[in-house]
């Protein structure tokens, strides 16, 4: 059965840490990625990381405060989220599919999504 599952999502003030996992089943993927999508915004790549080769990805948005890691062993992503500010506020995907290098940040090019998780930072 093909399934991404996330986790770790919750409320914290800003400043804080949260760490979200994707859990992949099923899939095999040479790209997964951190989308987020916050009520009235548009669907926004974060990071991504290439499986084989553990090589990672970021969007403006991600650097200096979000890490990208995976655990092949136990098929997790994993997205290690510092300095929390109220605009991350948002849903968080991950999503598998074949890594672009190019195009990792656009949702169409990936096959498999998860329901997600909610990030709700305070100020």
């Known amino acids: 059965q093909v399934q991404l599952v996330e986790s770790g999502g919750g409320s914290v003030q800003a400043g804080g840490s949260l760490r979200l996992s994707c859990a992949a089943s099923?899939?095999?993927?040479?790209?997964i990625a951190w989308f987020r999508q916050a009520p009235g915004k548009e669907r926004e790549g974060i990071a991504v990381?290439?499986?084989?080769?553990?090589?990672?990805f970021y969007a403006d948005s991600g650097k200096g405060g979000f890490t990208i890691s995976n655990d092949n062993a136990k098929g997790t992503v994993y997205l290690q989220m510092n300095k929390l500010k109220p605009e991350d506020t948002a849903m968080y995907y991950c999503?598998?599919?074949?890594?672009?290098?190019?195009?990792?940040?656009?949702?169409?090019?990936?096959?498999?999504w998860g329901k997600g998780t909610q990030v709700t930072v305070s100020s």
């Open positions: 990381i290439e499986t084989n080769t553990g090589t990672t």
């Open positions: 999503a598998a599919g074949r890594f672009l290098r190019g195009s990792w940040s656009q949702g169409k090019f990936y096959n498999y």
């Open positions: 099923g899939i095999i993927a040479t790209g």
